[in-house]
């Protein structure tokens, strides 16, 4: 109930502010005091200097099926690059051919997050690079032996000793995990939307500019806001209306699992909404494939707003200018296995 009432508040002051605004029709200067436009250099990381070298190194590591148990996962079989930066698909499916509890979360702009996964579970991308490697029901690796993996290719421990040239012994778990942060931190994707903050009144047409006039008036940038639109803050999913167990099963309570706190049940983080159209399907779930109805379920749920088509199809053509332009990805050419690299096996561990 604290946590109901916190983000009740927490919307209400945020749309009391904002009308003024709202009403004297400046629009861009709302949407400024609200939003940041995305870095125009590669933002920085806690404790990883960010370097050419590491981030060579965090590409293929990116990409390698090897850091799999079976051989057959890399990070960019959730992640694909070339389909948003997630796998299209309502959970992910890895080891074994498990499915995954969750629906897998954009790449893009990743580095921008306050933290990472749907119940921010991890405070960073290397932290979060470790996760899928050791869960059963993903790559099914363990530290010791992606280690054993990279330390059998002398072309990888070539490639570690340059990014880290300082270390006695680079080939590490944490350095695996520091390199593809490096990577990931690149893959940012500006978008009409920046142009827009930036002052081109024009990059935005007027059924976007409508709804993101909606945006703001709605409540919808009280949970979706700053330089992600969104990836910050955790609410209650269902905050005036619980959406039926097809949206959000009964079995998984969200940041719950994490804290422990009673008043975290059903609270998740909330999501980065940038690329948000390429990113189908939607919700932690995975079971909503449409963006209007995703719009029309998250307005009835955390705001208690029945929306028009109308209004509902600018509010889409707002998220569709957040859409942005993908760095340009050449696919690594990755190191050869040798006789003491670690065989693949597809071997499904109990669960502990």
């Known amino acids: 109930m604290t946590r109901l009432l916190t983000a009740v508040l927490t919307c209400s002051t945020a749309l009391i502010g904002l009308a003024p605004a709202v009403l004297a029709d400046d629009l861009r200067e709302t949407a400024e005091a609200l939003f940041k436009p995305l870095p125009s250099t590669i933002p920085a990381v806690k404790d990883n200097p960010i370097t050419e070298e590491k981030i060579e190194l965090g590409k293929a590591l990116f990409f390698d099926p090897r850091l799999s148990a079976s ?53 960073d991308l290397k932290a979060q690079a470790k996760g899928p490697i050791q869960a059963g029901v993903e790559m099914a690796n363990t530290p010791d032996n992606v280690v054993a993996t990279l330390t059998s290719m002398p072309q990888y421990v070539a490639w570690f000793e340059a990014a880290f040239p300082d270390e006695a012994d ?132 955390q705001l208690g707003e029945e929306l028009s088509d109308e209004e509902a199809d600018q509010l889409v053509a707002f998220l569709h200018s957040l859409t942005g332009e993908m760095p340009e990805v050449v696919y690594p050419v990755l190191p050869p296995e040798t006789a003491t690299t670690p065989r693949p096996t597809d071997e499904i561990m109990p669960a502990n």
Not at 97 to 106: A, D, I, L, V
Request: proline share 5%; charged share 20%.
């Open 71 to 123: 051989g057959v996962f890399s990070c960019n079989s959730c992640h694909n690059l070339a389909t948003g930066g997630d796998d299209n698909l309502e959970t992910s499916i890895g080891h074994g051919w498990q499915k995954g509890p969750r629906n897998s979360p954009t790449v893009l702009n990743a580095v921008l997050n306050e933290a990472q996964f749907w119940d921010g579970r991890a405070d």
């Open 170 to 301: 680079p080939v590490t778990f944490d350095n695996m995990a520091k390199a593809i942060e490096a990577y990931e931190a690149t893959l940012i994707t500006p978008a009409p939307f920046d142009a827009y903050l930036n002052g081109n009144d024009d990059a935005l047409d007027a059924d976007a500019k409508a709804g993101l006039a909606l945006f703001v008036d709605k409540g919808c940038a009280a949970c979706h806001s700053g330089v992600n639109v969104g990836g910050h803050g955790y609410y209650p999913f269902g905050l005036i209306e619980k959406p039926g167990a097809e949206v959000l099963p009964e079995g998984d309570k969200g940041r719950f699992a994490v804290t422990e706190t009673v008043d975290d049940e059903y609270v998740f983080r909330a999501s980065p909404l940038r690329n948000v159209s390429v990113t189908a399907p939607y919700f932690h779930s995975g079971k909503v494939w449409d963006l209007k109805v995703a719009v029309q379920i998250m307005a009835e749920s």
